[in-house]
């Protein structure tokens, strides 16, 4: 498990998103990537598509399961949703901080049962900048609501906690060593960004703190996606050999 940054081990430190429309375009990548990565991220399109059955297939072949459903409902909701998936053989669960205090509090007993999956606590989108922030009616910057987020997670009882590259170490710095940062929005150099706003290299992820990279299309939607997971476990790897040398 990426308990938190300071595994050494690059396939601890990559979860590949799988969002794809049905269990066989998601099976043709894994199957490519011929057991090189540990972590799978099942999203809302393929677990709505495949369910629980997609993820005890995962299992099944020794693949930990990320499963990011972003649970967002009143707390007496998202404890029962919790308490589902918790025969889906998930390691991993996001739930949204911005659903509040004692919708986390709730979810986190609910995650006490044995079996659960950890919880982590989405703040801040990282497809989301100052602007659309703003426009939902978040006057403060990003970094700031991301860290007012995830203090508040920390404070429900909530484990981890997901955020961009540019928070992570404020949110390391703010929430300590073993929690678990998970980090979207990377972009190895020279990918194609997208939807995505506050983004960073794999390399850069690693150097501020985190402790778990998403990374779904720049392996997805590459040529090679075997060479492109290649390339960014080595990244990975350099850089924390590089950390561990400081
Ligand atoms: O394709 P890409 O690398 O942008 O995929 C990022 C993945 O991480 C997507 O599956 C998306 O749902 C997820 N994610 C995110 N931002 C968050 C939380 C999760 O991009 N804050």
Redesign the pocket.
Same mark, same amino acid.
């Given at each position: 498990m990426a308990s938190s940054d300071r595994n050494l081990d690059p396939r601890q430190r990559l979860a590949v998103?799988?969002?794809y429309p049905d269990a066989e375009a998601a099976l043709r990548l894994v199957d490519s990537l011929d057991n090189t990565c540990q972590w799978f991220?099942v999203?809302?399109?393929l677990y709505y598509a495949a369910g629980n059955h997609f993820v005890h297939l995962l299992r099944n072949r020794g693949f930990d399961v990320f499963l990011?459903l972003?649970l967002y409902d009143i707390p007496n909701t998202v404890a029962g949703a919790v308490r589902s998936v918790t025969q889906s053989g998930a390691s991993l669960l996001?739930i949204h901080a911005s659903g509040g205090a004692a919708m986390m509090t709730a979810a986190a007993e609910a995650a006490k049962a044995p079996g659960s999956p950890r919880l982590l606590a989405?703040?801040?989108?990282?497809?989301?900048d100052a602007t659309e922030l703003t426009g939902i009616g978040i006057t403060a910057s990003p970094a700031d609501q991301v860290l007012r987020l995830a203090k508040l997670a920390k404070q429900s009882g909530i484990e981890g906690m997901?955020?961009?590259a540019e928070e992570v170490a404020a949110v390391r710095a703010a929430t300590g060593p073993e929690t678990l940062l998970?980090i #979207?929005?990377? !972009?190895p150099a020279g990918s194609a960004i997208?939807?995505?706003k506050r983004i960073a290299t794999p390399a850069d992820a690693i150097a501020n703190g985190a402790s778990l990279l998403?990374?779904?299309? #720049?392996?997805? !939607?590459a040529t090679d996606p075997a060479a492109a997971t290649h390339a960014i476990l080595t990244e990975i790897e350099e850089q924390l050999a590089c950390g561990s040398k400081k």
């Open positions: 998103a799988l969002d991220k999203g809302m399109e990011d972003k996001t989405v703040t801040v989108l990282t497809s989301m997901v955020c961009s998970v #979207p929005g990377i !972009r997208g939807d995505q998403v990374v779904g299309r #720049p392996i997805t !939607r």
